[in-house]
């Protein structure tokens, strides 16, 4: 979906920034958290589970329940609806438990 869900002019917003959501690049506004942003675009499955891989979204929306951990800057398991936008930031969806590094 490529229309913009945000409400019109109706609120105060922070200053225009773009970041890369699987790729896309996306605009979105200092103060928004990652989850505001992508259910914006319309994009409402930020990973998926780790055994069956079935597609999991925002749920709780207050950073309790995880379903909207994905991949911010290289980093897995960050909180969507806990994370604020920043300016070049780049958003994977998260396959399962994410990457792993080790060394």
């Known amino acids: 979906m490529s ?13 225009r920034i ?3 959501v699987d790729g896309r690049s996306v605009v979105a506004f200092e103060g928004e ?5 992508l259910l914006a675009i319309g994009h409402i499955a930020s990973r998926t589970s780790p055994v069956r891989g079935e597609a ?3 749920y709780c929306g207050m950073g309790q329940c995880w379903d909207c951990a994905l991949v911010i800057d290289g980093k897995p398991n960050r909180r969507a609806c806990m994370t604020e936008v920043a300016d070049g930031m780049r958003v994977e969806t998260q396959a ?3 990457p792993t590094r080790f060394g």
């Open 3 to 15: 229309e913009d869900l945000r409400l019109g002019e109706a609120g105060s917003r922070g200053r």
């Open 18 to 20: 773009s970041l890369t």
């Open 33 to 37: 958290t990652v989850a505001g942003v």
């Open 56 to 58: 999991r979204g925002y």
């Open 96 to 98: 399962g438990f994410g």
